[in-house]
């Protein structure tokens, strides 16, 4: 066995090769609870995220295309491997080591945190820098492209909700615009496109925002430029081009939607042409993105190399040569070494919950409400709810406060931004402001011709570390996860307000503070 196992090492793929393979298996076994996570996004209707499947087979087939026609003549021809020196200065290899151990910690944080986002970047990150380690910097620079393609992968329409509310607002008053320019008989509130007759009217919602076109068509031009352009400016400025080019393929198919509405049939357009009419985005965008890159054809040739040619890597063939038979094999272990520690560290613990007191409030009358049926039914099993509402006994305002109490489940917690959109408002004036010490996220809803709403919300965790920013809440999450071991128990408390405006809302947060909750 020993014998064969020498001859398959030495005289066959060698012990670099080895040692790449070995380090490459463990990244992809530390990183297993990454695949089903991913598969979940790429699932979730939120996140819209289809086109995910097939972002890393792109990145193997382009791998292939780099290296796949060399693995065999390389694979046979090793003869002089161990012969080759390590072409690498000390200031390289320790850089490199230290952009190793970067992307082990962001992948740490993403495993142990659960943190999808976090668990993409640190596994292509460190796919790269493995390949920079073992290959030198002109493998590097083939890996690169297939390797950072992954970051595709990353789900971020949930969390970019503000830029779909510009992104609406931009699409409606350039719809609304050019349609009536040319005659139509329309008006337009907010998102909304309606006839002035009141026989249809159309609200341009976040789906129809073109912010998942948008990521849709920066991987496909990504994708397109990577064999079309060989020049980096010229890749680069297909790539920028096809966000502009996203949102002009969306404003043209909502102009389509309310011309077949206003000259043809409003039941037709909002109905089948409606549910079908996503095609329009792309045919215009991918249209639009060939005649930009056949116009950058036309344009000089002069310029620097892009980020990977196809055809294989240039100087040496061999895609893992220049670290050294022994400095490879102790990468390989360390590497496997840490994968083993992360994948066997304890299980992080569940916390005991903030104790939620609302109390009376001297000139409001207060009832005790259940939680909705919407929110037994969506949010998990171990989520608990307290809600009451104040009614002010002089003007007869009302103020719904609800605290979410989130368990071991993520998606306990959640920015009320995802869930009031589908509840049919439209958030308006979102702002950051502190009542009485602590931040809160107001701004007014809008719904239909009825009369603004006030809102707010803030997040506070079982040692009443407080925010209001949902990207603070995830990373002090993250922390206490990967670092911690614990599971905190976050509260979401949001502030629903007959009255729309700061001055009333603000007046009721200043009393709520301090009769909210005690640890």
């Given amino acids: 066995m020993k014998k064969y196992l020498k001859k398959f090492v030495f005289g ?45 087979l792109f990145s193997l087939y382009v791998l292939w295309r780099e290296f796949g026609k060399k693995l065999l003549p390389w694979a046979k021809n090793r003869a002089d491997e161990e012969s080759i020196p390590a072409q690498r200065s000390r200031f390289e290899a320790i850089g490199l080591f230290f952009l190793l151990v970067f ?37 590097a620079r083939k890996t690169a492209f297939p390797c950072w393609f992954l970051l595709f992968c990353i789900p971020l329409n949930s969390y970019l909700d503000i830029v779909t509310v510009h992104l609406r607002l931009f699409a409606t008053s350039v719809s609304f615009a050019v349609l009536k320019g040319v005659g139509a008989d329309i008006i337009r509130q907010g998102t909304m496109i309606g006839a002035a007759d009141g026989s249809f009217a159309i609200d341009i919602a976040a789906p129809c925002s073109g912010l998942r076109s948008i990521f849709a068509l920066m991987a496909l031009a990504a994708g397109y430029g990577y064999f079309a352009q060989r020049k980096f400016w010229r890749w680069s400025v297909l790539f920028a081009s096809s966000v502009p080019l996203a949102v002009l393929g969306n404003i043209c198919r909502i102009l389509t939607i309310v011309a077949t509405a206003s000259w043809c049939d409003p039941d037709f357009a909002t109905g ?103 929110e037994i039914a969506n949010l998990p099993d171990d989520t608990t709810f307290v809600k009451k509402m104040y009614t002010d006994d002089t003007t007869g305002d009302w103020y719904l406060v609800t605290c979410v109490i989130g368990g071991k489940s993520k998606r306990s917690i959640h920015r009320p931004e995802l869930c009031l959109p589908s ?18 996220r107001i701004m007014e809803l809008e719904r239909g011709y009825a009369r603004p709403l006030g809102f707010a919300y803030t997040f506070f965790n079982q040692e009443n570390f407080a925010t209001s920013s949902h990207i603070s809440r995830i990373m002090r999450d993250i922390l206490d996860r990967s670092l911690k071991g614990r599971f905190d128990r976050w509260v979401m408390v949001t502030v629903n307000s007959s009255r729309a405006g700061e001055a009333a809302l603000g007046g ?12």
């Avoid at 509840?423 to 809160?440: E, I, K, L, Y």
């Fill in 423 to 440: 509840q049919g408002f439209q958030m308006v004036n979102p702002r950051s402001r502190a009542f009485a010490g602590r931040d809160w």
């Fill in 508 to 519: 009721f947060l200043e009393k709520l503070e301090g009769t909210l909750w005690k640890k």
């Fill in 272 to 374: 089948f042409y409606h549910d079908y009419s996503g095609y329009v985005v792309f045919i215009v965008a991918v249209g639009c993105m060939l005649g930009v890159s056949a116009l950058l054809d036309k344009i000089g040739t002069t310029g620097s190399s892009r980020p990977a040619s196809c055809g294989g890597a240039t100087g040496s063939s061999r895609p893992v040569v220049g670290c050294g038979a022994a400095g490879a094999a102790t990468l390989s272990v360390f590497l496997a070494a840490f994968m083993v520690w992360q994948a066997h560290m304890p299980e992080t613990v569940l916390t005991d919950a903030p104790q939620i007191v609302l109390a009376e409030l001297a000139g409001f009358s207060g009832e005790d409400l259940p939680p909705a049926e919407a």
């Fill in 103 to 139: 992307f082990l910690f962001v992948g740490f944080i993403g495993v142990r945190g659960t943190q999808l986002r976090f668990e993409i970047v640190g596994f292509a990150g460190i796919l790269w820098t493995l390949s920079w380690i073992f290959g030198g910097w002109k493998v």
């Fill in 12 to 56: 066959g793929i060698g012990v670099q090769s080895a040692a790449f393979l070995v380090a490459v298996a463990s990244v992809f076994w530390g990183f297993q609870s990454m695949f089903p996570h991913a598969a979940g996004a790429f699932s979730a209707v939120e996140e819209d995220l289809s086109y995910g499947w097939f972002v890393p």
